[in-house]
């Protein structure tokens, strides 16, 4: 599959609207790059302006890939041999321009994205077509609108089976995948 | 409607197939709960038999409750209402024929389970039925073979596009949740 997912540090809301830079998560990188494997995601890029952070992904990375980790963990080391660091969105679909001789459309994630939205099916068939895609997740409060303008679609937000809508990143990533990546004879193609 | 979930840290299986009681993790807390307040769950059971780790939850359970969590975070307070720390599978069983006035089916998960397994819409078909059921979900590597026996019904193993299969208990709760309890008007009564 050519579908290639970032989860951006900034620009992101924090409860009081402001825009922020929110701090890594340990369990966001292991959780979304399992899934991400299991999923057949290209890519899984962790995005932050802060070099301290980069470093430290460099290192989780590093200790998983290479070190003890590796040895003791196979599977995991498997799944963050996905991820990659990254400084900016804009340095993301340069990345991904690069290696897939094509620009990606952008498809943003939210729990509360309003107007014109892509149904689960929709966004379905954008993965058929088999040019890169690249999904977009926030943390904190969510993606800042400057975001939201740079997209091309926007995914409708993951309806449970009441009002309330407060998943975890991890969790409404999983659950994207599992609706948009599901296995599909045809999805099972190598990407770009 | 009549779903209610149970995350095991006994018996559960270690890297080694030897039977373990595993260490409660914060995240599997919150993730889970925000997960199954999203889909209409109605109980969330944390089991240990470890008194010091029921402590911890009750502990984590009142902070946002009815602490300082609670009132920066009402979001959270409204899907810890669902945690109920438990001892055993045995006391939780108990707990729901108490409430439901019959015993609930029990429903196991897990990443390899083999045999006769139920899919995921023959299972969507019971849980339609509105008979109470424990979905039950282990930690480490995996529910022993004697939780396995005691339950009714083994849940198809998630696929995603390929063989890679090492999802997080987080990320796999909330595919199950959404596969079995997403949106249908049907499906939106009250519990038992």
Chains 1, 2 share one sequence.
């Not at 825009?19 to 057949?40: C, E, K, P, Q, W």
Request: proline content about 4%; overall charge neutral; hydrophobic content about 45%.
């Amino acid at each position: 599959m050519n579908v290639h997912v970032a989860l951006l540090h900034y620009p992101v809301y924090n409860r009081q609207h402001q825009v922020i830079v929110s701090s890594m998560t340990n369990l966001d990188i292991h959780d979304i790059a399992r899934a991400a494997l299991t999923y057949g995601v290209q890519r899984f890029y962790m995005v932050t302006p802060l070099e301290d952070q980069l470093q430290l992904i460099q290192r989780l990375v590093a200790h998983w890939r290479e070190g003890h980790g590796a040895y003791r963990h196979p599977e995991r080391k498997m799944a963050l041999e996905l991820v990659v660091p990254a400084t900016s969105l804009t340095e993301v679909v340069e990345s991904i321009t690069l290696d897939c001789g094509q620009k990606p459309e952008l498809l943003v994630t939210g729990a509360s994205l309003a107007g014109p939205t892509l149904s689960f099916s929709e966004a379905r068939k954008k993965v058929l077509l088999g040019r890169p895609l690249l999904l977009l997740f926030g943390t904190g409060w969510g993606l800042t609108n400057e975001v939201l303008e740079m997209a091309d679609h926007r995914l409708a937000p993951i309806q449970g089976s009441n009002d309330y809508n407060h998943l975890s990143v991890r969790s409404a990533a999983a659950i994207i995948f599992d609706r948009l990546l599901g296995t599909k004879k045809e999805m099972l193609d190598a990407g770009c």
